[in-house]
């Protein structure tokens, strides 16, 4: 996990009012036993185990649960008009009109998994009527193009942390006790590329992806209109700043919503590229906040391995998958909801009567 970088001055756009509980040791001890209790070889379930141990001590309990709600934060991006997308900007709210329709894959994923799904606007660029049940953040309509200017000032960065961040903790406080982070917003994984060299310092040739759809030369294209819009705002930045230069209005919203579920001890599962972006910008000011997220999946954008290795992280699936929207962080929670349930009910060698 990298340090905390020093030049994120401006502390209060990163929430450090909200007080994250660290892990408790001698409770991650306890369940160590427990587990090594199971009537199983000590080990012999392997990641299982660990991810068991991970989710008992995010949540402060020997005995957790698995209640999930997916968050997919929606926005658009002004980069869009630079061309670094295959689809229109209008696709992102006709996506948002299906994911609250309940038609798109990962409300598919969410009914067959169990787990609820909130539909947030962080800052769709289309008018939206008619959508029941979408949660407004209400701060602006797409952000800026950074090709030519900072996508967000830092009151709207503040505001999209803030939002997430009590999104978060009315989850938890309701019940949830895992939340799964999905997004979408045509364009998007652009401005990830932009917030991973800019919070990495990985370069951009190793990072930009085709996303939706874009072939070998459209990757091409987009890598130079990406290389032309760092040049804006060169070199290392710190999270509050590539948020405020490079956007999204969903990936703060989502790095709130993780700091927010982090501080009310709930396990945060982390999706693809974009969510991965939202947390390398959340962690890299929040770090306490690592021990509470759970990397979903591998994903075949090249940007999301610079995030993994630069976070340390081991995800638990390797799909082959891009999609976004929370799919794979929903394809993950089977072996979350697995793994409690065998802290909690699988028998010990003492209960069973078994002599060891």
Known sequence: MPAPDPRCGAGAVMLPDLSIPAPDEALRARVRAAIDAKTKPPGSLGRIERLAEQIAVAQGTEAPSTSARLFICAGDHGLVAEGVSAWPQEVTAAMVQNF??????????????????????????????????????GIRAGTRNAALEDALTRAEVEAALAF?????????????RVIALGEMGI?????AALLTQALTGAPLAEIVGPGAGVGPGGIDAKRAILERTVARRPGRLSPAEAL????????AVLAGILIGGAAASAVVV?????????????????????????????????GHRAILDALNADPLLDLDMALGEGTAALLALPLLTAAAAMLREMATFDSAGITR
């Open 187 to 191: 364009g998007n994984t652009a401005t």
């Open 270 to 302: 982390v999706d693809g590229f974009i969510a991965s972006a939202a947390a390398l910008a959340a962690l890299g000011a929040r770090p306490e906040a690592a021990h509470a997220c759970i990397f979903a999946h591998r994903s075949r954008e090249p």
């Open 244 to 251: 405020a230069a490079f956007g999204g209005l969903e990936i």
């Open 100 to 137: 609250v329709a309940g038609g798109a894959a990962a409300n598919v994923f969410a009914r067959t998994v169990g787990a609820e799904v909130t539909v947030v606007d962080a800052g769709i660029a289309t008018p939206l009527a008619g959508a029941p049940g979408l949660i407004r953040a």
């Open 164 to 176: 997430g961040a009590r999104l978060g903790q009315e989850a938890a406080g309701d019940g949830t």
